[in-house]
């Protein structure tokens, strides 16, 4: 097997490929690439190529339609670096009530003061004083692996805490603290949150979100965290909000052309997951489920192909990726028994265009059946194992 690194995966990650895989990053036809932050969209892809992991949540630097549509499964890593941005966000959180970081520049300005140091701070720090937490209100949008975290976090600091999320999974919302109150829209956040902090992808749902409608609902002085992605705010809208008062600071781990520099603005160069524990955590999550994938044919945390995943049984695991129409499974079902093949186990999902089919047969495969599958209409690709 061969592993392509686009850029520098920790050791922890890559090492738990076996010794016999070649694992670099100047491959030739590798089966399969690891990537953080570098840009796919322009890339053209082997036909050797079965996955791509992100060492990381977000996949906007890979073309994820054009992967499903040559079978190549796209995995992430949810909340293998949720820690990281928790800790980066209540961060966030205090920068956002406490002018700590004007401070701190202000008092690189006293070296030399003419009555000392010490009594030109207590004659000055008047102009830096902020509010606490506590008692505050925090509408957390997106109650993920990340937003979750953070909405608990807060609450344990005193803060009122009001979340809400769509899409909210069960497991999810078992793991947040039962203090957080469940808003049924984002606009109950915006009328009454003091502090909103964003934690969704970014989707054609979600882009803008916060723009002049959005912050029009809001609370005059309330203060946004945007620690998700750039997209979620409009940007213009924003700085105008912060001229009138309206918002009063925005703190953001995406720093564009449009708000460095600007008054109001904490702009921190995407330190979320830049943790020593974040970047092992995405490493192995990513690692160990390229390994599964390759050597079983197992699907977790894909975002363009279903999660697929069953034991092993039989001499043949075929696992055929494939558009979601009618008649694909029956097609190739009722190819493989005309082979004489008994079926072991098989499992079928969906996950919006696409499908996924994972077959243990009784027998070995040859590459014939396996060319009368390519040729069912709907099937993109088949993997033996």
């Known amino acids: 097997m061969k592993i392509q690194l686009l850029n520098k995966i920790a050791a922890v990650g890559t090492d738990l490929f076996d010794k016999s895989w070649e694992v670099a990053d100047q491959v030739t036809a590798p089966d399969a690439i690891m990537v953080r932050s570098a840009a796919m969209h322009d890339m053209d892809f082997d036909g050797s190529l079965k996955a791509i992991a992100r060492a990381g949540a977000g996949v906007n630097n890979i073309p994820l339609d054009k992967c499903a549509e040559q079978g190549i499964v796209v995995f992430n890593t949810p909340g293998a670096n949720a820690n990281g941005v928790k800790e980066l966000a209540l961060g966030a959180l205090i920068l956002a009530s406490r002018n700590i ?20 701070v207590e004659k000055g720090k008047s102009q830096f004083a902020g509010c606490e937490l506590k008692g505050k209100t925090l509408g957390v949008i997106g109650l993920g692996a990340i937003g979750g975290m953070v909405a608990s976090a807060a609450s344990y600091l005193g803060m009122n805490v009001i979340g809400c999320d769509p899409y909210l999974s069960v497991n999810a919302a078992w793991s947040i603290n039962s203090h957080v109150i469940k808003a049924s829209s984002f606009d109950d956040i915006f009328a009454c949150a003091d502090y909103i902090s964003l934690h969704v992808p970014a989707t054609k749902e979600t882009k803008e979100m916060i723009n002049a409608q959005s912050i029009a609902k ?72 390229l390994i599964d994938y390759l050597l079983n044919g197992n699907i977790k945390n894909s975002v363009n192909y279903p999660e697929v995943s069953m034991p092993r049984s039989g001499e043949t695991r075929i696992c055929v990726l494939h558009k979601n129409i009618p008649a694909v499974l029956s097609s190739i079902s009722s190819l493989i028994s005309e082979q004489g093949i008994n079926i072991d186990n098989m499992l079928n999902k969906s996950k919006g265009d696409y499908a996924y089919t994972m077959i243990d047969a009784a027998s070995q495969v040859n590459e014939d059946v396996v060319a009368k599958i390519l040729a069912v209409e709907g099937v993109i690709r088949v993997n033996l194992y």
Not at 111 to 118: D, I, L, Q, R, W
């Open 101 to 120: 970081i004007g401070g701190v520049n202000w008092a690189k300005t006293l070296e030399g003061a003419e009555a000392g140091v010490a009594k030109a």
């Open 218 to 289: 809001m609370k005059d002085g309330v203060k946004i965290l945007n620690l998700a992605r750039a997209d979620l705010v409009n940007n213009a809208d924003l700085k105008a909000a912060l001229a009138s008062g309206k918002v009063g600071c925005y703190v953001t781990d995406f720093p564009t052309e449009e708000t460095i520099n600007t008054e109001g603005i904490i702009a921190i160069p995407h330190l979320g997951a830049s943790t020593e524990e974040s970047e092992d955590n995405c490493a192995v999550m990513a690692a160990n489920q």
